[in-house]
């Protein structure tokens, strides 16, 4: 019995004793990493789980006087001492071997919530957190025995330590978040976007079959239901070419038995292909890559690129607004032997001539049926400004960032004609980014451009280095996958 425990005993409190604790689940592509807990844990030895352990290293009863402090989703919830977001990271160190400040990176905290266990006597306050993972390699330490990298939807198929799924609910991708996003990538938010889509399947075969059966989750009422979750995340971010096609793809493959299950099963192939479409991509488009070259903003893909090509010089533009080049700058210093330089926006041009930069490789937010290319603000004066020097250009997206062709033969995405997709494309920032002033000044500040496809030497995808015909092609592929709506 623990101080606590007896101190409540003296008082005749039956109040379970609290204790913090935190959840971390660690993604890697569209799997998080499951432990067994071992025979040298004291608690649920032999049970599924995610990284945990205590949040504060101290436990006590629950006391009505102490102070709350709010949840991230406005709830009240008892103040704690200590710091969650510190033995979070602690415990992935200790029980995985992975290095927490470089090869993880926090996606989202959960609210936390509390888990009564009157066998123990125990009242757990979980915060639960998902980080993406650079690697898969683990050392576990003594208090596992076993891990695997699983799709999140399996913990609703084991056993596991209390409400291990509702730690990974309040943390998993949502509609929500992926419209909210404004920190990723359109394939990072693809990727996420079919996670909705296999969370939301096994989330409906277990509502409806309800431990009735096979079979009842596979009525018409669940399809319809995961349809219009579809369609919600198709509206989420009607700009992204490749957060439809890899959706419309999933949903292709179901149509045809119509079930939640076919569905949760074309989602985890999805992801399995995008994240071998992405790693291909940046194979192909690294042997194309020569000794000295310059990138603007930030793309996974082409990240991976220049880490795997390994180039003497790489010239990074801060890429205002957001600037995210300068964490591209970093990653590539970090993780290749090149001289790395990062210019301003405006000096691209002519650093890129002055220092003899051979081609510049750019990511693709989405790729128009036409070849044109639209990608962060930036992106059009970096292939001018290539042309110009004499150097390559190289879009380096996968194939799914190619937006489908209208049936009309038109250029634009959802209908629209070429000035008006051009224009809906272009989000803005604040002006006052700009100009606060009072004069009558307008501002633009947008985000992202349109670069044409006369500046492109090539689009470098998994399928290959596809030139204006083979664009087109893809294009008219991805159409055929909007049949399902």
Not at 87 to 109: F, H, K, Q, Y
Not at 272 to 298: G, K, M, N, Y
Not at 355 to 377: H, M, S
Request: charged share 30%.
């Amino acid at each position: 019995m623990t101080d606590y425990d007896e101190a409540a005993a003296e008082r005749g409190d039956d109040e379970p004793a609290e204790t913090h604790v935190v959840t971390v689940f660690l993604r890697n592509g569209g799997d998080v990493l499951l432990l067994r807990r071992s025979d040298a844990v004291g608690s649920y030895s032999g049970r599924w789980g995610a990284v945990a352990g205590h949040a504060d290293g101290e436990t006590r009863p629950q006391e009505a006087s102490r102070p709350r402090e709010r949840g991230a989703s406005g709830s009240e919830r008892p103040a704690i001492e200590g710091a969650p977001d510190a033995a979070a990271r602690e415990e992935i160190r200790e029980e995985t071997g992975i290095d927490p400040d470089a090869e993880t990176a926090l996606v989202r905290r959960g609210d936390p919530f509390e888990v009564v266990d009157d066998g123990l006597g125990r009242r757990w306050v979980v915060h639960p957190y998902l980080f993406d993972c650079d690697a898969r390699a683990v050392d576990p330490n003594e208090e596992t025995a076993e891990f695997e990298w699983v799709p999140p939807t399996a913990l609703r198929r084991r056993e596991t330590v209390p409400d291990l799924w509702r730690s990974y609910d309040r943390v998993r991708p949502t509609v929500e978040t992926v419209a909210g996003d404004t920190a990723h990538g359109a394939a990072w938010l693809s990727l996420r976007a079919l996670e909705v889509l296999r969370d939301e399947a096994a989330l409906a075969i277990e509502r409806a079959n309800d431990g009735r059966g096979a079979g009842i989750g596979d009525g018409p009422a669940s399809w319809d239901a995961l349809t219009a979750v579809a369609r919600d995340l198709l509206d989420a971010r009607p700009s992204m070419a490749v957060v439809a096609n890899r959706v419309n793809r999933a949903m292709d493959a179901a149509v045809g038995a119509t079930t939640p299950a076919a569905i949760e099963a074309a989602a985890l192939e999805g992801i399995e292909r995008a994240t071998a479409a992405d790693a291909d991509a940046a194979a192909l488009a690294a042997d194309r890559l020569p000794d000295r070259i310059a990138t603007v903003s930030r793309s996974g893909t082409v990240a991976a690129a220049v880490e795997r090509a390994d180039p003497e010089a790489v010239l990074v533009a801060e890429s205002r607004p957001g600037r995210e080049g300068v964490g591209t700058a970093e990653r590539v210093a970090e993780t290749t032997d090149a001289a790395v330089t990062l210019t301003t926006d405006a000096a691209l041009a002519d650093r890129l001539a002055a220092t003899g930069v051979e081609a510049v490789v750019v990511g693709a937010d989405t790729v128009f049926p036409d070849g044109r290319v639209l990608n962060k603000v930036g992106t059009r004066a970096a292939a001018a400004a290539a042309a110009t020097a004499g150097a390559d250009c190289y879009v380096v997206a996968a194939s799914d960032k190619i937006a489908a062709a209208e049936a009309n033969g038109g250029d634009g995405v959802d209908g629209a004609d070429r000035a008006e997709t051009d224009g809906a494309d272009r989000q803005e920032r604040d002006a006052r980014e700009v100009y606060g002033g009072d004069a009558a000044v307008a501002v633009a500040n947008p985000i992202f451009d349109v670069t044409p496809p006369e500046l492109v030497d090539a689009v470098v995808t998994e399928r290959g280095a596809l030139d204006a015909d083979g664009v087109r092609e893809v294009a008219v592929e991805h159409a055929g996958l909007a049949g399902w709506r």
